[in-house]
């Protein structure tokens, strides 16, 4: 497509008088400069004029309309594009050049929208814009062609702007070309283009990525790793495809930021390690896109929280929307040694992304850990290139890291079962019942060392992630499902008894912690489905436990916690929270009580604050009745 619009312009700029204007739109980042520009350069080349002391040889000349406010400073951008044709190639100023500007040293008020005023005036002893004037055809040769690109991000009063562009196509018989999207004006500012294409365009088109020339341009560029990108260029098309994004620009930062990256790496190991680095850019190119999806950066900026519920909680749809985005990249994932949405690389990813933070130092010393010898683990991700004998080798050495604890991290504890549970289905080798008893032993010290909710959700979580990296077969086939069934009973379990932030906070209540009981109250619950805020906080805790805090705290204290309390339960919303805080009722009547017949012996300032405290309790016992309207 893009191929014919290129041909069009050729023969557009071959018509004497065209008297219609052409429009080229598309979205933001899909080439559209690019594909001028390149054409400007074709035709430079193409269309060479004999040099002539006394004519201008005119070509076409390009203008971006970013930024500008007045008309005076499109004529001072076309003045620099013009001013050269008036010198010849040894730098000297051509007759015709003084003839010209004698012409049109009257001629400097433009009437642009036809209401018999002048919009705008044009001086100067030289002034360029004369030469596109029909009545010098004689001095003037060449071509006079115009590209207006940016057209959307003119300042300019739309009206306005356009009223010039058209005295270029209806009085000086120029090729025009506009570039621009429609699709980012306003109403108003598109209404008024919409009247210029019924009057003055005469031909429309659409710019679409020619992704393959513009991949073939970025590695070629100075700053690009040319020796490692040259070689990647079909993986690269891929993965920019599975974006499903038109953004070349967003594709050019990532390869930019990953040359800069790989360009201060020791060249062996980036020698060493191309199909880990290959894998690497595909995260970078994943990246980059999602980040900048906007239905997608809140999930990528929390990847690696979300990335491993999407296999915990199958049925939630959030998950689901997650699966899905994993899913768009598994071309390309089938290619590479780790996945494009990696859930070790994006959250490095983005922070280099949000914090300009270097990942040299840290992908320097993967590398180097990758150049050491390989467990069993590492060497059974290609499996299948292995003979019988080295396979076996490696089946038996991984069931030994797992029994005596060599593997003890939860992710590599998961991915470890998920290649033992798929080699019995294959029917490589057969599980051992004693290889199952061991390893639920090593999970179960393993979910027993969690001491807080926090740890415990990302160890479970790891775990599952890790052991969903292995597919291929039904999960409900393998053997080691009993496994997960296990190790399921188990976080459940233990998600009982530890307590999460919120409830070790009010367990350890004090005048020094109370202040931080707002910033965890703001914060998400660990298993991601809602914030501490809308979870009932007190419905666990010891009445008594919490009296016997708020007595030894200071008036401060206490004056904090009421004002955390308004806070939680949003005294001031008027809204419907149903029954969402009841479980927190049964304590928070307890507490009052106990605040209560405490008050009865306390004066002064000292009372003030516990009557304080007493009307927060009442209010928040009121909003856990389900009451819509508290103040």
């Known amino acids: 497509m893009n191929n014919q619009i290129f041909d069009f312009l050729n023969e557009y700029a071959k018509l004497p008088s065209p008297q219609y204007a052409v429009l080229l739109r598309g979205k933001w980042g899909c080439g559209k400069t690019y594909f001028v520009k390149h054409w400007l350069e074709e035709f430079d080349k193409s269309d ?58 009257f001629k400097t008020e433009l009437d642009i929208d036809k209401d018999g005023k002048s ?64 699709k980012y004006l306003n109403d108003k500012t598109l209404h008024d283009l919409l009247e210029f294409k019924e009057k003055i365009v005469g031909r429309e088109f659409e710019i679409l990525p020619d992704i393959e020339a513009a991949i073939k341009l ?21 993965c920019f495809e599975c974006t499903a994004t038109h953004n070349l620009r967003l594709l050019r930062q990532s390869l930019l930021d990953f040359s800069s990256l790989i360009s201060v790496l020791p060249t062996k190991l980036v020698e060493n390690n191309h199909d880990y680095l290959r894998s690497l850019l595909s995260c970078y190119i994943a990246v980059y896109a999602e980040y900048r999806n906007i239905d997608n950066r809140g999930y990528i900026v929390d990847w690696e929280n979300w990335a491993v519920k999407a296999f915990v909680d199958t049925k939630d749809e959030e998950s689901q929307k997650i699966r899905n985005l994993m899913g768009k990249y598994n071309r390309v994932n089938s290619l590479n040694q780790f996945e494009a949405l990696s859930s070790e690389m994006v959250p490095k990813i983005v922070e280099h992304i949000e ?29 299948w290139d292995k003979t019988n004998d080295e396979f076996n080798e490696l089946y038996d050495s991984l069931l030994e890291e797992l029994k005596d604890g060599t593997i003890s991290e939860p992710a590599n504890m998961g991915k470890s079962v998920g290649f033992l549970g798929y080699f019995d289905a294959m029917h490589f080798r057969e599980l051992p019942e004693d290889a199952i008893s061991d390893i639920k032993n090593r999970l179960l010290d393993i979910y027993q060392s969690c001491t807080c909710l926090k740890d415990l959700f990302k160890c479970h979580y790891s775990f599952i992630q890790g052991y969903n990296c292995v597919r291929g077969c039904d999960q409900d086939k393998k053997k080691t499902k009993c496994i997960i069934n296990f190790v399921s009973e188990l976080f459940e379990q233990k998600k009982e008894e530890l307590p999460d932030d919120m409830q070790l906070a009010l367990r350890q209540l004090s005048d020094e912690n109370v202040g931080s009981l707002a910033y965890i109250d703001s914060g998400t619950y660990p298993d991601h ?103």
Not at 143 to 170: A, S, W
Not at 573 to 597: G, I, Q
Not at 605 to 622: A, Q
Request: net charge neutral; proline share 3%; charged share 30%.
């Open 48 to 105: 060479k004029l004999p040099a002539n002391e006394n004519s201008i040889e005119l070509k076409p000349i390009y203008v971006s309309l970013f930024g500008m406010r007045e008309i005076s400073d499109i004529k001072s951008a076309i003045d620099r594009c013009v001013n050269p044709f008036f010198y010849s190639k040894a730098g000297k100023i051509l007759k015709i050049a003084g003839r010209i500007a004698s012409k049109i040293i």
């Open 119 to 182: 919009e705008t005036s044009f001086s100067g002893a030289l002034d360029s814009l004369s030469i596109f004037e029909n009545d010098n055809k004689d001095e003037v040769k060449g071509v006079k062609f115009i590209i207006f690109d940016d057209l959307e991000r003119c300042q300019i009063p739309m009206k306005q702007l356009l009223g010039f562009i058209n005295y270029f196509v209806e009085h000086c018989d120029c090729h025009v070309v506009v570039v621009g999207e429609e």
């Open 218 to 238: 970025f590695v070629s560029e100075p700053m690009m790793a040319t020796d490692f990108l040259s070689k990647e260029t079909g993986m690269i098309q891929l």
């Open 355 to 383: 914090k300009g933070l270097s990942l040299a130092p840290l992908f320097e010393n993967i590398l180097s850990q990758k150049s050491r010898k390989l467990t069993a683990l590492e060497r059974l991700d290609s499996y």
């Open 529 to 631: 489905s809602s914030s501490f805020r809308m979870r009932p906080i007190f419905a666990k805790e010891n009445p008594q436990q919490l009296f016997d805090s708020l007595r030894k705290m200071s008036n401060r204290g206490r004056n904090a916690f009421s004002q955390f309390l308004a806070y939680h339960y949003e005294f001031l919303v008027n809204c419907d929270f149903s029954d969402t805080f009841l479980p927190d009722h049964d304590v928070l009547v307890k507490l009052r009580d106990l605040v209560k017949e405490e008050a009865k012996s306390k004066v002064s300032i000292e009372k003030w604050s516990y009557d304080g405290l007493i009307e927060g309790l009442d209010k928040s016992i009121r909003r856990a009745n389900g009451e819509s309207r508290i103040e």
